[in-house]
């Protein structure tokens, strides 16, 4: 009697702990829907490339762009490179014993863009772009000479085809969708500029006060 | 009650009329009768599933942040007909080793039972092709034609992928099959009829206070995880699997012979949402019945114009609750990860099965002891 009345118990106590599992997996998915639910008001994230584009970062490394002229020929860029890329092409001119500069080339189907030459170049002749549409029909045509290399690339924000947006990072404070904001509006937190003439401003008042102390101590 | 239950436009009747009196014979009325309600269904099923398609890509596009279709037509609304365009002019190809006749009939087996079983949907009270008196039954029993078509076109393809996708197809669709018969029939006890237009009638005496949900809420939920199953989304995708089996049972179709599957199984989704909508929340019943509406202005409801505008709410109501059904669908396919086989047979037979037998018992007893809200 007792036998069959604690099977009955733990029977019943099974049942129990069956409903509550299928009713704490039913809650959890209804957490998980309400979560994609919540997904549905978010804006979409989409740049609707080619027609938007994002405007690259101040500091963003594209293809790198080469003044001939400025150019000495000291191959400092292929010594810091990691794989030897850029060509110089010179000769020396016995009369002037000078370098005679002839060619430079780079080849993008290689470079890694880690903007080692840029950052060595004596003459300053070397700098990045935000050119990043680099595709070719041809991997040889990567291959660029000084011609190709002094060429500027065409800005996404002068583009007329083009609808430049905002990076997230450079949105005004608050705002998280580039296509609504006021183009006048600043980014949110200080220009690079602006932090630049406030160290200066804070520099110049810490060594006012530091010569009036001295002339406080010199006078007593 | 019978004579309220006849109420409502019979268009057939009408139809029928008209055509007797401009001298046409009685059985060449009905002749020229019969095909029309069945290309007008036709026609809603298609445009029905063109709607679900578009909803599916705009909704799981918002799901994920993203756009969705948006060049073809306005918002996009033109995509789902670019597609199927697109795979009416694909070339037809059937792989070398394949059974050439179970091949091709593969995929008109699943697609012929999904749209004959729009034959018991009702949209209003006279609004459907045929009230048949097993209606419920009837679709029950074409739908497990599809498993047979399924099966077929994964053996026919010669490709294990395939083969795997189709048998996975027949075991999930005979699991489910069994829970999902038995709480339409703990539905079909309340309301005493196998037919669709019975069911809801029995559901519309106080608007939306005697929807079954309210008194088969156990059954709903079981009804929707079997319909889900049944027309193969997720988390219930297996036999199409694609981290896993390629595309299941249609890997090696292509053009004309894949969009069937494709429309099979999108006419199936809104098939299914259409019969929760009927089995469990009112079919086309309003909220508030309309009956109540119409004594609150004092109007008859058997005026034409009251008759006219009670139909369209009926239809509307109908399309409304499923596409909520279908958005429902949805959102749960961004929501859940695919269950595996294992997961997928205990559910179906150590799980739903015995619930919806409990169910089924349950629903019996409150019929013998509330007859009045029970369907005595």
Same mark, same amino acid.
């Given at each position: ?220 | ?54 909803? %599916? ?44 006749? =179970? ?89 005493? *009829?196998? *037919? ?43 036999? %199409? ?114 619930? *919806? ?8 007893? =409150? ?10």
């Amino acid at each position: 009697m007792v036998d069959t009345l604690s099977q009955m118990l733990n029977f019943l106590n099974k049942v129990s702990e069956y409903t509550r599992e299928a009713i704490s997996a039913g809650n959890y998915l209804l957490q998980g829907l309400s979560v994609t639910f919540d997904h549905m008001r978010r804006r979409p994230v989409t740049v609707q490339y080619p027609y938007e584009k994002l405007i690259p970062s101040e500091r963003y490394r594209g293809r790198i762009h080469y003044e001939f002229d400025k150019c000495i020929a000291c191959e400092v860029c292929v010594r810091v490179c990691p794989i030897n890329l850029p060509v110089v092409d010179w000769v020396m001119n016995k009369e002037t014993k000078k370098k005679e500069l002839r060619n430079y080339s780079i080849d993008f189907g290689v470079c890694i863009f880690c903007g080692n030459c840029v950052e060595y170049c004596p003459t300053n002749c070397l700098s990045m772009t935000e050119e990043y549409e680099l595709a070719t029909f041809d991997r040889h045509s990567l291959n660029y000479d000084n011609v190709a290399l002094g060429r500027l690339p065409t800005s996404v924000t002068t583009d007329p085809s083009v609808q430049p947006l905002r990076e997230l990072a450079y949105l005004p404070k608050g705002a998280m969708d580039p296509h609504e904001i006021n183009p006048a509006e600043a980014r949110a937190g200080k220009l690079t500029s602006e932090i630049v003439d406030w160290m200066k401003n804070n520099s110049n008042q810490n060594s006012t006060k530091n010569k009036t102390k001295d002339s406080d101590k010199q006078g007593d | 009650m019978p004579i309220l239950m006849n109420t409502g436009i019979d268009i057939e009747l009408s139809f029928n009329n008209a055509l007797q009196g401009l001298g046409f014979s009685k059985s060449f009325a009905h002749m020229l009768w019969l095909p029309l309600p069945m290309l007008v269904v036709l026609t809603a099923a298609l445009i029905g599933v063109l709607a679900t398609v578009w909803l %599916e890509r705009k909704i799981s596009a918002a799901a994920q942040q993203r756009v969705g279709p948006e060049y073809a037509g306005a918002l996009g609304l033109l995509q789902p007909m670019a597609d199927g365009l697109k795979l009416l002019v694909k070339e037809d190809i059937i792989p070398a080793k394949a059974d050439k006749v =179970l091949f091709t009939l593969g995929p008109i087996l699943v697609v012929i039972p999904v749209v004959l079983s729009w034959l018991i949907v009702p949209f209003g009270q006279n609004l459907l092709i045929s009230n048949v008196g097993i209606g419920i039954f009837l679709w029950i029993a074409l739908s497990s034609i599809q498993p047979i078509g399924l099966l077929m076109s994964g053996y026919a393809s010669n490709n294990k992928y395939s083969l795997l996708g189709g048998l996975r197809a027949a075991a999930q669709s005979i699991s489910y099959e069994i829970p999902l018969a038995l709480s339409v029939l703990a539905v079909v006890m309340m309301s005493n *009829s196998l *037919s669709t237009i019975d069911i809801v009638n029995q559901q519309n005496g106080a608007g939306i206070f005697s929807w079954n949900i309210w008194r088969q809420p156990i059954g709903f939920i079981i009804f929707w995880i079997c319909a889900l199953a049944e027309c193969e989304r997720l988390p219930f995708d297996l036999p %199409e699997a694609e981290e896993e089996l390629v595309a299941g049972y249609q890997t090696e179709y292509a053009g004309m012979k894949f969009a069937l599957f494709y429309l099979g199984s999108y006419i199936n989704l809104v098939l299914s949402a259409l019969l929760v909508s009927i089995l469990y929340l009112g079919g086309w019943g309003f909220p508030v019945p309309v009956e109540w509406i119409a004594s609150l202005f004092k109007q008859s409801i058997d005026q034409a114009f009251i008759q006219v505008i009670t139909a369209s709410i009926g239809i509307v109501m109908t399309i409304l609750k499923t596409y909520l059904l279908v958005f429902l669908a949805i959102l749960l396919r961004w929501t859940t990860p695919r269950v595996r086989i294992d997961q997928l047979l205990d559910l179906g037979w150590k799980f739903l099965l015995p619930i *919806s037998l409990v169910n089924l018992l349950f629903t019996a007893a =409150l019929k013998l002891s509330f007859p009045i809200a029970f369907g005595g």
